[in-house]
């Protein structure tokens, strides 16, 4: 089963994902993330870092995200393994529909696009809401200073995870990522525990 955890910058993800592992460690859970699982990931931080060209930072996202299928997720589904990753597809198609914007003309097909046909959608996405100032609040003491952690891009990433929410509801479980991490962590872990376990008695039929 694949779980995915998305949200704004400083929503919480790294502090639930990190959490998630121990919390489930009976299930074994692979904990992955994108981006950055393979070598591709250093090509996208430094596109990030020198914020140039947004065709090739998104191709670049897309890049990890091919290699992050091919040598970690599709090897750990192919063994039944519960796989949790903090970001995943939705982080382009919510990220990028802004960065592209004015550059291609329609960003969130050309992005569906360019997924179609190969990509693996996830089974659950935990989506951590927070208010942007909330977020950053808590950014702005890391001191990232990454172009994504502006307040006009914030808010309108946000705006586009509702979107993705709105067209498919079943897959999302969002959460109040302003209470406290222990109590996100059981709400998040006890839901992946239920859905998992739902899955193999499926399978076991
Ligand atoms: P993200 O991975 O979404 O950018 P982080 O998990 O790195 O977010 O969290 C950003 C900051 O907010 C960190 O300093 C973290 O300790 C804090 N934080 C995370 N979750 C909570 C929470 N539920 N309540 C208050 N602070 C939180
Ligand atoms: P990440 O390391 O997850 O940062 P954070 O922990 O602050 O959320 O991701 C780095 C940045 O890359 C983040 O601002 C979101 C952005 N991003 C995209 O724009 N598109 C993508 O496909 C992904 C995976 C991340």
Redesign the pocket.
Known sequence: MLVTIEGI??SG??TLHKALGPYLADLDPVIT????STWIGEAVRRA?REHSDPIAEALL?VAD?AAHLREVIKPALGEDRLVIS??YID??LV??QV?LDGFIPDPLSWLRAVHHGWTILPDLTILLAVPVSVALER?GKRK?G?H??QEPVLIKVHENYMQLVEEDKTRFLILDGTLPPEHILKVAGETIRFRYDELKKKKKK
């Open positions: 910058d400083g993800k790294s993330c994108e981006p950055g990030i996202f995200h903090d970001r982080s382009r990220y990028q960065t950014t990232k990454e994504f952690e």
